[in-house]
């Protein structure tokens, strides 16, 4: 497979860029360590540095917290956290990818932004069957960008909320979890 590589402005724009080619579709791609994984361009908004997050108490781990972007306020996700590859400490090239998930804006905290790839569908296999777990769950498939081997993420899992309360078993809740659930 040949992938034809464009440079992904990292600067905070809006990306308007076409969902398709000819050869098959747009794919923004990033770094999460040293492992590249992509995401459609069509759901990625824009790219924008970290800036300021606050912390929102009692939120699932991967929640960074919220930061506020030009008047919208968007939920911040460590991506690493939530695809359970350690946590992530923002450096000078952290970026956050600014996706729309059920009309809600989302940012994935990325280690750094590469490049928006084209893939034809056909170049897309199914992910290794040795990948399980939270990976496995969160992949649609992996293509071939160059010398790199690029994970595709599916955004339904990825960004799909976790419901932490019917993930305790009723025994070790606590006494506050009983209270609230009894008003």
Known sequence: MSAQITSYNS???THNSQQSTDDGQLVATFLLGDAA????????????RVGDITPVHHAPPYVVGIRNLRGKIVTVIDLRVRLDL???DAGADTR???VDWQ??????MVDSVADTISVNSAD??????NVHGIQSRNL???????????????????????DRASQ????????????????
Do not use: W, Y
């Open 11 to 13: 600067s905070p724009t």
């Open 37 to 48: 994984f992509g995401i459609g361009a069509a759901q990625v908004q824009e790219v924008v």
């Open 86 to 88: 350690g946590n992530m």
């Open 96 to 98: 956050i990818l600014i």
């Open 103 to 108: 009309g809600e804006p989302i940012g994935l």
């Open 124 to 129: 897309i296999v199914p992910p290794p069957p």
């Open 140 to 162: 649609r498939g992996v293509c071939r960008s160059g010398e790199r081997l690029v994970a595709l993420l599916d955004p339904g899992p990825v960004l799909q909320v976790d």
């Open 168 to 183: 305790i078993p009723s025994g070790e809740r606590t006494s506050h979890d009983s209270k609230s659930s009894n008003s």
